[in-house]
């Protein structure tokens, strides 16, 4: 049971251009949501989060929407640099934020930014 | 200051025996989550601790088991390799609404 759904496996983008990365959810008890970045060969590192009582959070390039009716938030990256090249991971949480490590995670949406 | 460290890097062990994978969070915080992600999937929870006790358990067999120590640190074993254990495992230290990942433990079990 998938209950965080990224559908696009990949994403080819070119430089300066926008890069929009989508994710779906089941479980509506899920209240707070994380994006997370990974290299080949480290491990995830946080980009941006936001709570069920926000639509939008903006963190410079980086900006998440909520769309809570429909169960979807995505991640748009503006301007687009070869550096964002990397699996972009969706995760949810049913604590607020405040389960201090039990995230549900979706399958991972390969971004390629070409120059 | 030093991340969440894991060790080994990497392993190779055949189906039957036993791993230990070991982690150390980040100075000051005293949860601990284990996370196991096979190739071409996300991280699956596997446990949370936090003050030595267990908070948490994703859907994982009894042959995976962990413990914290009095130090914050903490140990994955399993137990009884099997070929679909092969994957990397995350090691998270956390503070409200973030985790931080250790680099993972590459396991192979031929």
């Known amino acids: 049971d998938q209950q965080v759904k990224q559908n696009s496996p990949s994403l080819s983008v070119q430089e300066g251009r926008i890069s929009i990365l989508n994710c779906d959810y089941t479980?509506?008890?899920?209240?707070?949501f994380l994006w997370y970045k990974k290299y080949p060969a480290e491990g995830p590192t946080f980009l941006i989060s936001?709570?069920?009582?926000?639509d939008k959070n903006e963190d410079g390039r980086f900006t998440v929407f909520l769309n809570k009716s429909a169960k979807h938030l995505s991640l748009h990256i503006v301007p687009s640099q070869p550096g964002d090249s990397a699996v972009y991971f969706c995760a949810a949480s049913a604590d607020g934020g405040t389960s201090y490590g039990k995230l549900t995670f979706g399958q991972g949406t390969i971004l390629t930014v070409h120059p | 200051d030093a991340g969440v460290t894991q060790s080994p890097t990497h392993l190779i062990k055949t189906r039957g025996q036993q791993v230990t994978l070991r982690c150390s969070p980040i100075?000051?915080?005293?949860?601990v989550s284990w996370y196991q992600q096979v190739l071409g999937q996300g991280p699956q929870f596997i446990f949370q601790y936090y003050e030595k006790e267990e908070r948490g358990r994703g859907n994982f067999p009894d042959r995976f088991s962990a413990r914290q120590f009095p130090n914050y640190s903490s140990e994955l074993n399993v137990n009884a390799l099997l070929l679909g254990d092969s994957a990397l495992y995350l090691c998270?230290?956390?503070?409200?609404?973030?985790?931080?990942f250790g680099e993972g433990s590459r396991l192979t079990v031929l």
């Open positions: 100075s000051g915080h005293k949860s």
């Open positions: 936001i709570s069920s009582i926000k």
């Open positions: 479980n509506s008890m899920f209240d707070y």
């Open positions: 998270a230290s956390s503070l409200p609404g973030e985790l931080f």
